[in-house]
């Protein structure tokens, strides 16, 4: 049995732009994802994502939509990602796990180099920009 791992994403809008953060580590190191992270038990997917990009990016969210849940199999396990559009509430942000991060319209969108799982996604992202 493959082991499933269960995390939320935050696509962080302001205006016309998304925001996209760049690995810094592991397997996946210098591919692009949306910042969040694993559930811990007893939180929901949105108490998640409010931890979580307060932990990655030391700022604060709005959880504003749930916008789809991604399942994708990787090599070595199975991804449930939950997706949710998000904005800011403040406007600072410190990349404390990542290397880079970049705000992308909907015509940059695909020039980084995304995770299979989050790729996935970025029709839906573009439809939310137009």
């Not at 499933?4 to 925001?19: D, H, L, Q």
Request: proline share 5%; hydrophobic share 40%.
């Amino acid at each position: 049995m493959r082991k499933t791992i269960e995390v939320v994403a935050a696509v962080i809008r302001k205006g016309p732009k998304v925001f996209a953060t760049q690995r810094g580590y592991g397997e996946w190191k210098d591919w692009w994802e949306w910042p969040g992270g694993k559930m811990e038990p007893g939180e929901t997917p949105r108490e998640a994502l409010v931890r979580e990009i307060r932990e990655e990016l030391d700022t604060q969210i709005s959880v504003d939509k749930f916008l789809c849940t991604v399942d994708w199999d990787y090599p070595k396990f199975h991804l449930t990602m939950h997706c949710y559009m998000c904005s800011l509430t403040s406007d600072d942000i410190h990349l404390n796990e990542h290397e880079a991060a970049r705000w992308l319209s909907a015509a940059n969108l695909r020039s980084v180099r995304w995770l299979p799982a989050d790729e996935d996604m970025l029709p839906l992202i573009e439809r939310e920009l137009q």
